[in-house]
């Protein structure tokens, strides 16, 4: 009974220790300039918001919450260690290298790093210990990396799951730059999560020892670290629900292997390093693979000779309410064969108070479509077509830099001699549409 009064007393301090310290804000800031910057790319390019600051943030907060609260028992019972100075250590260098890439805002990279970091110091001689920045060296030397990289393991699990779970609500259509000077459509699945955890103080800090064995080691005892996760995936080639599966398998193979690697160098130091390298490495594998991937596969998001293909549906919109999906090609509007995108509004414009639609499915199949048409709905029915292929603006497909997030630059550019962005080009009477293939 003392021992969960002193769990319970412990796990109040850590809270309270969460909130004093700025880590946690830290995460939740960056939460909100990202998706500020989002919003800001989705009008800019389709001039309309999909995504809502208010309910993105709080979805983020509770659902990484969740999956903190969730980490934080199995690191507890697997006996994971961190002290208040490694926590500094660890956002350090955090920090430090999502200067470089934000992606690089990662607890893998960072501890990955640490553990070269460690190696290095054990080469160095004793008296940088009680030097300039001592403390500091006297933590890194003082970490439990293996534990730390499962504890890694353990948050990409948490990622892989949101990946999965949220991942394809996530997405934000772009127009990118596609092969021989065509734009095509495509999707960013990217997100943040603040997790708050709460880990075991090193033993021998005078905590006492746990009632059960833990795999690691730890002592009884509770201190809060506040880590942010998140993943960033552009696809040209697939629907947002297949690219965010994907994206979680990959996830979900890197912490069962990272988390295999973690307990082999508990058991035998020597592998440590090879641990650390490999939790950087293989992350890096997964980004490689993923664009290789990319490269090799036909964009889905184009115009065939026939119809118009649909990037996205806005939530709520009358396109939703039919049925119609991203990928779906919409062949005939009123009776109106398509085969430009000024003509899907002047089609709509033939009845203006019922729409009838032909719309060929994912599988190849038509579906026929009507719904009566309201003031004020959207003019296209709330559908975003794919870009026509000389759209003037466009996105970059990579992820935006830290001062594009803080200044919520949205990284678009206008390419020479193409229409503007979002702007119907109307063909020439009885003229049709070059074939969009890429």
Known sequence: MDVMTDLLADWGSAWIHL???????????????????QIALERKLVHVKLHSLGSELWRAVWSGAVLGLAVSLLAILLGVTVSGTA?????????LLMLIRVRYLCFA??????????????????????????????????????????????????????????????????????????????YRLEGFWPLPLFLLIPAGTGAEHLPWQPLLGGGL???????????????????????????????????????????????????????A??????HEGIRLYSGLVEQGSSPLFVHPPSGLKVLAVLPGSPAEELGIAPGEVVLKVNGVALTAAAQLHEALRLNAAYCKLEVQNLEGESKFLQRPIY?????????????????????????????????????????????????LKRPKPGGKRGTAEM
Request: contains cysteine.
């Open 375 to 423: 003031e004020g709905e959207h003019h296209q029915l709330g559908m975003i077509l794919a870009p026509e292929p000389d759209t003037g603006l466009t996105a970059a497909a990579k992820p935006a830099n830290i001062l594009e997030i803080i200044t919520a630059k949205t990284g678009t550019h206008r390419r020479a001699g193409g229409t503007s962005g979002g702007e």
């Open 109 to 186: 990279y960072a501890i990955g790093v640490l553990g070269v970091v460690q190696l290095i110091l054990t080469w160095l001689p004793d008296s940088l210990q009680s030097g300039q920045g001592g403390e500091i060296v006297t933590a890194i030397l003082d970490m439990d990396i293996p534990a730390l990289l499962a504890l890694a393991a353990l948050l990409h699990l948490a990622e892989a799951l949101l990946a999965r779970w949220q991942g394809p609500g996530l997405a934000s259509p772009l127009f990118l730059d596609g092969k021989r000077g065509k734009v095509v459509g495509g």
């Open 221 to 275: 005892g509770l201190v809060s670290l506040p880590v942010l996760i998140g993943f960033s995936e552009t696809t040209h080639s697939r629907l947002p629900a297949r690219k965010a599966a994907a994206t979680a398998g990959h996830l979900l193979i890197y912490s069962i292997v990272l988390l295999g690697l973690a307990l082999l160098a508990h058991w035998w130091s020597p592998l440590t390093v090879l641990a």
């Open 19 to 37: 909130l004093i310290q700025p880590y946690y804000y830290i995460a939740v800031l960056f939460v909100i300039l990202y998706f500020r910057r």
């Open 277 to 282: 390298l490999a939790a950087l490495g293989l």
């Open 87 to 95: 926590v500094a250590c660890i956002w350090g260098v955090s920090l």
